[in-house]
């Protein structure tokens, strides 16, 4: 009996459990819905990147400028000077611009311009001012080491450098001991201005004075002495100023004279042919 009791006691303990769970459960409200998920935004999408372009190459630089060297190394400004009045820098510039070959220049310095002789270059025209700094350049990159080895005389832009022109001779026993002549001029190389490997620039001590501006003009050649006169005949006079009427009338004379002596023959002859006739 008592067992039995314990069971319905147990049944009906579990059937309130379970009854008291249910009503928990209900009692609890709904969940709300949940929210639709809204999908972010695709992250922007960075745009393709563009390569720079190729950095430009530097523009190749110009010819050097002669005057603006000559000019940072100081000392030169009679020659600088010069160089501007007879342009002869923008050829230097122009040539130097449009050919492989280079240029050579010797420089001298404002002590070389001054020890000229008073009025040596005020005798000068323009033209002879031109060709006076033309005699200091070489169209052609020397390097000082390759004085030694060079043909002379050297031709400068100045042109003919013949004996009695501009003729240009160096003589070199090594780097440091370069001497030029000119037929008028002895100078040296006293030092290297400038060189790049195409425009050498050398001071000298002296202004290179062209023989063609600056010396004694060799004499003409004397004229070839003129043939002599034929001398006539025996008993003939060498002068041959006989008026032309004396010689008619001697010719005349002559001619009377041999047709005189012509009749005379004939004469003779028929005379003598008459005589044997008769005999």
Same mark, same amino acid.
């Given at each position: 009996?008592?067992?039995?009791?314990?069971?319905h006691?147990?049944?009906?303990?579990?059937?309130?459990?379970?009854?008291?769970?249910?009503?928990?459960?209900?009692?609890?409200?709904?969940?709300?819905?949940?929210?639709?998920?809204? *999908?972010?935004?695709?992250?922007?999408?960075?745009?393709?990147?563009?390569?720079?372009?190729?950095?430009?190459?530097?523009?190749?630089?110009?010819?050097?400028?002669?005057?603006? +060297?000559?000019?940072?190394?100081?000392?030169?400004?009679?020659?600088?000077?010069?160089?501007?009045?007879t342009?002869?820098?923008?050829? !230097?510039?122009?040539?130097?611009?449009?050919?492989?070959?280079?240029?050579?220049?010797f420089?001298?310095?404002?002590?070389?311009?001054?020890?000229?002789?008073?009025?040596?270059?005020?005798?000068?025209?323009?033209?002879?001012?031109?060709?006076? !700094?033309?005699?200091? +350049?070489? *169209?052609?990159? !020397?390097? !000082?080491?390759?004085?030694?080895? /060079?043909?002379?005389?050297?031709? #400068?832009?100045?042109?003919?450098? &013949?004996?009695?022109?501009?003729?240009?001779? /160096?003589?070199?026993?090594?780097t440091?001991?370069?001497?030029?002549?000119?037929?008028?001029?002895? &100078?040296?190389? #006293?030092?290297?201005?400038?060189?790049?490997?195409?425009?050498?620039?050398?001071?000298?001590?002296?202004?290179?004075?062209?023989?063609?501006?600056?010396? /004694?003009?060799? *004499?003409?050649?004397?004229?070839?002495?003129?043939?002599?006169?034929?001398?006539?005949?025996?008993?003939?006079?060498?002068?041959?100023?006989?008026?032309?009427?004396?010689?008619?009338g001697?010719?005349?004379?002559?001619?009377? /004279?041999? &047709?005189?002596?012509?009749?005379?023959?004939? +004469?003779?002859?028929?005379?003598?042919?008459?005589? +044997?006739?008769?005999?």
């Amino acid at each position: 009996m008592t067992t039995m009791k314990q069971q319905h006691f147990f049944s009906f303990s579990l059937l309130l459990f379970f009854f008291l769970h249910s009503t928990t459960t209900l009692a609890q409200p709904v969940a709300a819905p949940a929210s639709p998920i809204i *999908p972010s935004p695709p992250a922007p999408v960075p745009p393709a990147l563009v390569p720079a372009p190729p950095a430009l190459a530097p523009a190749p630089a110009g010819p050097t400028n002669v005057t603006k +060297v000559l000019e940072k190394a100081s000392g030169f400004s009679l020659f600088i000077r010069l160089l501007k009045a007879t342009t002869t820098d923008a050829q !230097i510039t122009h040539q130097l611009n449009d050919t492989n070959n280079g240029m050579t220049i010797f420089a001298p310095s404002d002590n070389a311009f001054t020890s000229l002789s008073s009025g040596t270059l005020n005798g000068l025209n323009d033209q002879q001012k031109v060709a006076l !700094i033309q005699f200091h +350049v070489i *169209p052609s990159y !020397i390097p !000082i080491t390759q004085f030694q080895t /060079v043909s002379n005389p050297l031709r #400068t832009t100045a042109g003919d450098n &013949s004996q009695y022109k501009y003729p240009l001779n /160096v003589t070199s026993y090594s780097t440091s001991s370069v001497n030029i002549s000119t037929g008028i001029t002895n &100078s040296s190389v #006293t030092g290297t201005v400038y060189t790049d490997g195409q425009l050498a620039i050398y001071q000298v001590d002296k202004v290179l004075l062209p023989y063609d501006l600056f010396g /004694v003009k060799p *004499p003409a050649p004397a004229p070839s002495p003129s043939k002599p006169n034929k001398k006539g005949k025996a008993g003939d006079s060498d002068d041959d100023s006989t008026p032309d009427d004396a010689k008619v009338g001697t010719s005349a004379a002559v001619s009377t /004279v041999s &047709s005189m002596a012509m009749q005379n023959v004939v +004469v003779f002859i028929a005379a003598t042919a008459s005589a +044997v006739f008769c005999l």
